[in-house]
């Protein structure tokens, strides 16, 4: 981080409305925020549904923060958060066509909580051993603090696979209700979606947070966990070099 940069902007851009598995409504989400005033940008992004974060982008002008559309796409390795996407993009395709997708719309592709085994599952090695190849799919920036992590050491091991590439470093909330909305975010020169664009081109980003409240987990229907889950643990462990991978995390906590 550079010291003479002043990172007063504060954004969180991977929120979930009940568009998905998320609780509160869009128009929630925008009036919780303007209550609180500790943002200055927020992207919706449900899972492969833009509605909500449409609907919430037309808005803009009724509230004191900036709004960027934006969608979590499920692709095949890994969950990605499309910035600045206007229309729908299939779940199922590899992380590549998917940046490639969200490119041709002109938005940002950040590659979110890639820590996290029960969704990256037996991509998870490949990005530690080769991170690099998140360059070659056309990754944008790196989600390093996910404030929802729903296992441990996770966080950890998105810095240490960020840390190897020349992309910008991102911390969201990943929020599903209200009172997690800025647990985790990303500060940057400047105040706008415009600024927090430049910043991620320029690579000046800070990611912070701190967890969600252990009662904003306790809110989550089961229906939602299982779909923030992802998978079976023991299905992506036995997919994992889980020994290995272990081993990482004692050694890096």
């Not at 549904?49 to 796409?73: H, K, M, N, T």
């Not at 920036?141 to 020349?166: F, K």
Request: hydrophobic share 40%; net charge neutral; glycine share 10%.
């Amino acid at each position: 981080m550079n010291s003479d940069i002043e990172y007063s902007g504060r954004a969180d851009v991977h929120v979930h409305t009940c568009a998905s598995d998320g609780l509160p409504t869009a128009q929630q989400v925008l009036d919780y925020i303007a209550r609180r005033g500790h943002l200055d940008v927020v992207a919706i992004t449900d899972h492969d549904v833009l509605d909500a974060s449409l609907w919430a982008y037309e808005q803009q002008g009724r509230y004191p923060f900036d709004i960027i559309p934006g969608v979590e796409v499920t692709a095949r390795e890994g969950h990605v958060l499309g910035l600045w996407v206007m229309q729908p993009i299939p779940k199922g395709l590899s992380v590549a066509e998917t940046a490639a997708a969200i490119h041709e719309q002109g938005g940002a592709a950040i590659l979110a909580h890639p820590g996290e085994i029960l969704i990256a599952g037996r991509h998870l090695y490949r990005y530690l051993r080769r991170p690099e190849v998140l360059l070659k799919w056309g990754i944008d920036g790196i989600e390093v603090y996910n404030a929802g992590t729903m296992t441990p050491g996770n966080n950890s091991i998105a810095r240490h696979i960020g840390d190897q590439l020349p992309l910008p470093l991102v911390g969201n909330s990943d929020a599903h209700t209200l009172n997690a909305i800025g647990c985790g975010r990303t500060r940057f020169p400047g105040h706008t979606a415009a600024d927090f664009r430049r910043a991620l081109m320029q690579g000046q980003t800070v990611a912070e947070g701190a967890s969600w409240p252990i009662t904003d987990y306790l809110k989550l229907s089961p229906s939602s966990i299982q779909r923030k889950l992802s998978a079976s643990l023991v299905t992506s462990m036995r997919s994992t070099h889980p020994t290995r991978l272990w081993n990482w995390r004692r050694s890096s906590e």
